[in-house]
DNA sequence: TGAAAAAACAGGGAAAACACTGAAAGAATA
DNA sequence: TATTCTTTCAGTGTTTTCCCTGTTTTTTCA
């Protein structure tokens, strides 16, 4: 008996041609494509049409993978989901993980890889690569105090614009003193330097996208 | 007959893909596929090797797909080269053009639509979208005074760290009053006020990949 | 080789960012 | 209600960035 797979990603091009190559796997079928997590659930209000695995990209307009996983985790537990995405990211990696993914595909991988990953999440329930492990390794040793507030998270995109401090302090309706506060608390937290180091950091964990 | 085509693109599981959409297409072949620009140059060593048309990914390691146009048009006028990329980014866009690719496929590209884009390219000698085209037009207007010194692009990529303007000095060799002079001239060319918006516009430019 | 242009550098002042300590107001908890 | 904790904000001083106006040195080229 084949195992029902479903592809969920933006890029056509790009679930298309994974179609493609999961349907010429033996023990697998795509039952359809998807183009965000939105699509997705919808078409799941028919039980034909629910999967025993899918293969989900994580940035997605409108709903995204990480999200998605989260609810799939909620109301469709037995539906396995392996994270297929194009950059690799430490922080999305995790989430994605927290969210309930079983594993994590990073973008260089091969045929034969995808069809392993495939049957291992079928059949022993996860698949991680060495990437993988060192990151989810390396990650329970950074994530001390790493925890952002809401303020900090909004004050951290406004200071990835051109804004000064002022003009970030009359965007946030507070005083320019408690911006700098922010500044100083996820200076802190995420042991940035400076402006310019939070702006990287931000980028590189996805906090702003440019 | 057939158009040969290769596909050169760093992520493995989306060129071996892409190759295998190809295939299905009536008029195409797929002759092989590369992980980025020298990859492919090694292959041209053997005349055998060289195809119709090429199937170009942008970022890659080693030899960008720009890299590999340029000199794929100076060195090997006969074969053609369609850009194939999953951001859709202005400026990008413009300099593969530039570079000589015959066109420029987005994220969102169907099958059929690719397949009619290879077989524009190979008979009409180009394909564009609308979007390129548009983008094409736009890109006519704010193409003044913007050449930068070799100096400057130096400086503009250490400014996109968190260094201090003392810190780039040193690295540059040379005076703190140079890095100054370097700083406010970028900002006059570029139109930023301050470096926050520097490193945006290099980003969105590519003039650093963070 | 001499004039013009470009690149490197300098001074100084205003504005913004950084770094610290600490106080007041509000929310949470027992 | 008293206590703790969090959030917001203030004071103060230092460093860095920004933005002028210039001078000296090097390059260019007619």
Redesign the pocket.
């Known amino acids: 008996m084949n195992y029902s797979v479903v592809v969920v990603d933006d890029h056509f091009l790009l679930s298309q041609a994974i179609g493609g190559l999961v349907q010429d796997f033996k023990k697998f079928k795509v039952l359809y494509l998807c183009k965000n997590g939105s699509e997705l659930l919808d078409k799941f209000d028919d039980k034909k049409n629910i999967p025993d695995l899918v293969l989900m990209d994580i940035k997605m307009p409108i709903l995204n993978g990480i999200e998605t996983t989260e609810i799939l985790r909620k109301d469709f537990p037995n539906v396995k989901v392996l994270a297929l995405s194009i950059e690799e990211d430490e922080y999305t990696i995790l989430k994605m993980l927290r969210a309930g993914a079983r594993g994590y595909l990073l973008k260089d991988t091969k045929k034969n890889i995808l069809e392993e990953a495939l049957i291992q999440v079928m059949e022993k329930g996860h698949y991680y690569t060495n990437t993988v492990s060192q990151i989810l390794v390396d990650s329970l040793e950074n994530e001390i105090d790493t925890e952002l507030?809401e303020?900090e998270i909004e004050f951290i995109k406004l200071a990835c614009t051109d804004m000064?401090?002022?003009e970030i302090s009359e965007a946030m309706c507070?005083?320019?003193?408690?911006v700098?506060?922010y500044?100083?608390s996820v200076?802190k937290k995420l042991k940035v330097?400076?402006?310019i180091g939070l702006v990287l950091f931000a980028i590189h964990h996805n906090l702003f996208t440019p």
Chains 1, 2 share one sequence.
């Open positions: 507030k303020k000064s401090y002022k507070c005083s320019y003193k408690t700098e506060g500044r100083d200076h330097k400076n402006r």
